[in-house]
């Protein structure tokens, strides 16, 4: 009995002995936290982001400096690519660039109007950005525009079938007028001032200013917007009476003998 309490007693003692020396394993633990800023590392990134945004004010200040707002008018001279030639009212050459941003408008056009509707001799009015060293205008506004022709003369001859007139001047030059629906007509004198009138009140030797815009087919005619008469002032005697301007209509043709055929339409 004894020996069986011996044998046990010295399993357990070499068990308990293998059991303790058992090298334990060790716990893993997380990612070792990253070392906390010091002030001096703060100091330096807020000094070198000071410095960029100081430098992106300096060079946007410089670009408002060069470039500013501006607006020219003046007649198209030449037309190359996307770039326009404008000479303005001093007789100066401008360049005028478009993108595809600048808008294109003209009182006269029923559908879009673009660059491609420009041609050399219109006259527009340009509003855009000014660069300073390249001396060129970005466009972002152009309009194109007709000016008015302001006429002083006599009425030298009046055709009640066509309903036109014709005005002369002391350059010795005339101008066929027709007169539209939207034409007015005022006749003035120091009584009445001015007051409308009709084509039948027009007489031939009175007086009259015109303002309307030049045919664009036919040179020395012009659409009256506007005729104002002075039928109480005297005749100019430095106006003679001038032939009426030629209609391409109702143009002669010389037959050689010193006479005048008309064509046959």
């Keep these: 009995m004894n020996t069986y309490f011996l044998i046990i007693c010295a399993l357990f003692v070499t068990f308990s002995s293998q059991a303790l020396a058992v090298t334990p394993t060790?716990?893993?633990?997380?990612?070792?936290?990253?070392?906390?800023?010091t002030s001096e590392s703060v100091t330096q990134k807020l000094t070198t982001e000071i410095t960029d945004l100081k430098e992106k004010i300096a060079s946007r200040v410089a670009q408002l400096k060069l470039v500013e707002k501006r607006g020219m008018i003046g007649s198209i001279k030449e037309i190359n690519g996307t770039t326009l030639t404008l000479e303005d009212i001093n007789g100066n050459n401008r360049l005028i660039d478009v993108d595809e941003i600048t808008k294109f408008s003209s009182p006269s056009a029923k559908d879009s109007y673009g660059l491609s509707d420009l041609k050399p001799g219109v006259k527009i009015s340009v509003i855009g950005l000014y660069n300073k060293d390249s001396e060129h205008l970005l466009a972002r506004f152009?309009?194109?525009?007709?000016?008015?022709?302001?006429?002083?003369?006599?009425?030298?001859?009046v055709n009640k079938t066509d309903f036109t007139v014709t005005l002369s001047m002391i350059n010795g030059k005339s101008y066929l007028v027709d007169i539209e629906n939207i034409t007015k007509t005022l006749s003035y004198d120091a009584d009445n001032a001015a007051e409308k009138i009709g084509f039948s009140k027009i007489e031939t030797?009175?007086?009259?200013?015109?303002?309307?815009?030049?045919?664009?087919?036919q040179a020395n005619r012009m659409v009256a917007s506007r005729i104002l008469i002075?039928?109480?002032?005297?005749?100019?005697?430095k106006i003679i009476n001038a032939p009426q301007a030629v209609d391409s209509k109702k143009a002669t043709t010389s037959s050689g003998s010193g006479k005048k055929l008309t064509p046959l339409n």
């Design 230 to 237: 002075f039928p109480t002032l005297q005749k100019n005697p």
């Design 26 to 37: 060790p716990i893993k633990s997380g990612p070792s936290p990253s070392p906390k800023p």
């Design 205 to 217: 030797g009175t007086r009259a200013n015109v303002i309307g815009y030049a045919d664009k087919k």
């Design 142 to 157: 152009v309009h194109s525009y007709t000016i008015p022709l302001y006429l002083s003369g006599t009425i030298t001859e």
